[in-house]
């Protein structure tokens, strides 16, 4: 539901435009000075406002002013609503950046369509700044992720080539060019398929499935792995847990957390994987928590994970450097699943992420 900031001083006016919206589905607050609309702009986030440009403690064109200064504000569209009528007040507020003017008294029909075309236009940029944010994100992981891998790779091409007796080490080059080879094939797995979805070039193939099982099946093809590192592993995943949820999505997310898991945390720490039920008043979800003890994170870290402009390389327990952009593609993946993932980590304490799913009979 869109949300609608009306600013006028006359009640009567007010009301009928709260009641209008509302007829159509939008949600709206009422102002009635410019004071009171700053303090809701820095308090909620609003689709478009509706401004009287005859106000009891400001004009109309001070407080455009104002608005187009605020953080995150200035691309809020605004539709004046006013009585004055004459050309240069007219010229004036578009010359403002207003992306409408609209006389009083205006008919309620020419009004709302007017709206919508200027909403419409909104989404388009939100989802054009999205898919650009995305694919940002994509550069970046080829940038950084991959750059990283091979040159883990090519350390122990390197390496290989200066060795010529010593089997034991030989084997322990071989092992990690392997390990390294997996990880890259599993990183670009991830962002062809994270690619098709934002792209609408994959279609979703929703079927009802074991959460448990298929979970109990991802962590048998990595435990090896995180063994081999030094890390406990150990999973708590019994009975059934059905859901409905595209399951190489669901596989590629699980994998992420892993693999993150693994990454941060040192030899002789543990993972942990849980899997339990939780009920809401309105609904019942299947919650798979992977729970380790490595780094942590700070409350700065924590609060931009998911961010799509706050991108920070973070070196691992063993001084490779990443993005941490998996995480975007594992958010993306749930909540296109209608699930939600959590986080809860603190510096030097390790971090739980959880994913909730919706359950199903």
């Known amino acids: 539901m869109e949300k609608i900031l009306v600013v006028e001083d006359s009640l009567l006016q007010g009301k009928k435009l709260m009641d209008l919206l509302s007829d159509h589905g939008f949600e709206a607050d009422l102002c009635e000075t410019g004071a009171c609309t700053l303090e ?19 004009s109309g064109t001070q407080l455009i ?63 054009l700044s999205m898919a650009n944010a995305a694919n940002d994100k994509f550069l970046s992981v080829l940038g950084h ?6 040159s ?38 991830e962002l062809l398929l994270w690619g098709k979805v934002i ?22 093809k990595y435990a090896d792995e995180i063994l081999h590192k030094g890390i406990e592993i150990s999973e708590n995943i019994d009975g059934e847990a059905f859901v409905v949820a595209d399951k190489n999505m669901i596989e590629a997310a699980v994998r992420n957390l892993l693999s993150n898991a693994k990454k941060f945390t040192k030899k002789g720490g543990s993972i942990t994987i849980t899997s339990d039920s939780v ?39 063993e001084g490779n450097l990443g993005m941490g952009l998996g995480l975007s593609i594992v958010k993306d993946f749930i909540e296109k699943n209608a699930g939600e993932i959590k986080v809860k980590s603190k510096l030097g304490e390790g971090s739980t992420f959880s994913l909730l799913l919706p359950a199903v009979e």
Not at 199 to 220: C, Y
């Open 40 to 58: 809701k702009l820095g308090r909620k986030d609003y689709d478009m406002i509706l401004l009287d440009m005859v106000l009891p403690d400001t």
């Open 65 to 127: 002013k104002k608005i187009k200064t605020i953080s995150d504000c200035g691309h809020i569209p605004i539709i004046v609503l006013s009585g004055l009528t004459d050309k240069e007040n007219v010229i004036e507020s578009l010359g403002m950046g207003i992306n409408d003017y609209i006389t009083k008294p205006y008919h309620d029909k020419e009004l709302i369509n007017r709206m919508n075309i200027h909403l419409k236009f909104q989404r388009t940029q939100k989802g």
């Open 145 to 150: 992720d991959l750059k990283n891998s091979f």
């Open 152 to 189: 883990v790779l090519y350390g122990a091409i390197d390496l290989l080539d200066g060795q010529h007796d010593d089997k034991f080490q030989k084997e322990k080059i071989l092992s990690e060019a392997k390990a390294t080879t997996l990880r890259v094939n599993t990183l670009l797995d």
């Open 199 to 220: 792209n609408k070039g994959v279609v979703q193939h929703n079927e009802r499935l074991d959460l448990n099982a298929h979970v109990a099946d991802i962590i048998s």
């Open 279 to 317: 009920n809401t008043a309105d609904e019942k979800f299947h919650k798979l928590s992977v729970r380790d003890t490595g780094k942590g994170m700070t409350d700065l870290t924590l609060d931009n994970l998911f961010s799509a402009t706050y991108q920070k390389a973070t070196e691992d327990t």
